[in-house]
């Protein structure tokens, strides 16, 4: 039967092996996400399948027989499914030309099915208060280092740090994503949880506004449009919010800011005393000459993949 609502806001107490599961899953959403090494099979390959592998150990959670014989699976996780049968479908008609294409597209899907289930469990046994709060710490904390990377790589600083960090090839900042919009939707995603973590009251005001610094920082030097969209909303949706739930107004204030720092941040990064020094390149030429690693992971011919959008 389906579990009350209030079962998942103040669930009995929870296995020490959930909290274990849901800290496997919030070092999933940094992982991926930090990692410098872009190689081939494919550019992101050792990302996806150290997450991938995250995933799976985060989902052993889900051996339990308690889960199978008491617990609802969530609805939604009939639409990866479908998609799944879907991509079948598409691949017995010669609509997709090769197996392994339709193959990698049902793994992906079945995870994320896999992933759905997981939340759901989580949400059952530690309530969805603490399974948000958590992430949005990892969130966050991977958000934090991502944004220090993208200083170090814009100014190009010849640090014992260079070797793990991609180099810098073209006017956008990219972080260790590789990939501009996506950088900047990963620094977003941790501008928001902090916003959560301060309308929680898990943070003070100050440090909420330091934090978010160095993220407004490294957004508008990504060049990604998108993120005006992104900020836009969240005062749309805490207005709407803060009408039924008036405790909800110090997210409605941040919001607010954070869209006005994004838009003042263009302006900031633009002053001269902000631009990288003349000579960072032949700084950072120095350093690829004596770190490889560091020039493998930035080398024209897989960022020329990861850089196109």
Not at 29 to 51: A, D, I, K
Not at 153 to 167: G, K
Not at 242 to 251: A, D, G, N, S
Request: glycine letters at 8%.
């Amino acid at each position: 039967m389906p579990i009350p609502a209030q079962s998942m806001n103040n669930p009995p107490a929870a296995p020490r092996y959930a909290w274990f599961s849901l800290a496997l899953v919030g070092v999933m959403c940094v992982y991926s996400f930090l990692n410098y090494y872009h190689q081939y099979p494919w550019t992101t390959f050792y990302q996806e399948w150290g997450t991938a592998a995250l995933g799976l150990v985060a989902a052993t959670l889900l051996l339990g027989g308690r889960y199978w014989g008491q617990s609802e699976i969530p609805r939604i996780v009939l639409l990866p499914i479908g998609m799944m049968l879907l991509a079948v479908l598409q691949y017995l008609f010669g609509m997709l030309p090769y197996f392994g294409q339709m193959l990698m597209f049902a793994l992906y899907l079945m995870w994320a099915a896999l992933l759905i289930m997981l939340g759901a469990r989580l949400r059952e046994l530690l309530g969805l208060p603490a399974v948000a709060t958590v992430l949005a710490v990892f969130l966050l904390t991977g958000a934090e280092v991502g944004a220090l990377i993208g200083m170090h790589q814009h100014y190009q600083w010849n640090t014992p740090l260079s070797q793990h960090i991609i180099m810098k090839v073209s006017a956008a900042v990219f972080g260790n994503v590789a990939q501009a919009n996506h950088y900047a939707d990963y620094e977003t995603l941790g501008l928001i949880s902090l916003g959560l973590l301060y309308a929680r009251g898990r943070l003070p005001g100050w440090a909420a506004g330091l934090l978010a610094l160095p993220i407004l920082f490294v957004l508008p030097l990504t060049g990604s449009r998108e993120l005006w969209a992104y900020l836009l909303w969240p005062p749309v949706l805490a207005w709407l919010w803060q009408r039924k739930h008036p405790e909800q107004r110090p997210l409605l204030a941040y919001s607010v800011l954070a869209l006005a720092g994004f838009a003042l941040m263009h302006v900031g990064v633009a002053l001269p005393w902000l631009q990288p020094a003349s000579g960072s390149s032949t700084k950072i030429t120095q350093s690829t000459a004596r770190h490889p690693n560091h020039a493998r992971a930035g080398s024209a011919d897989h960022m020329a993949a990861r850089m196109s959008p």
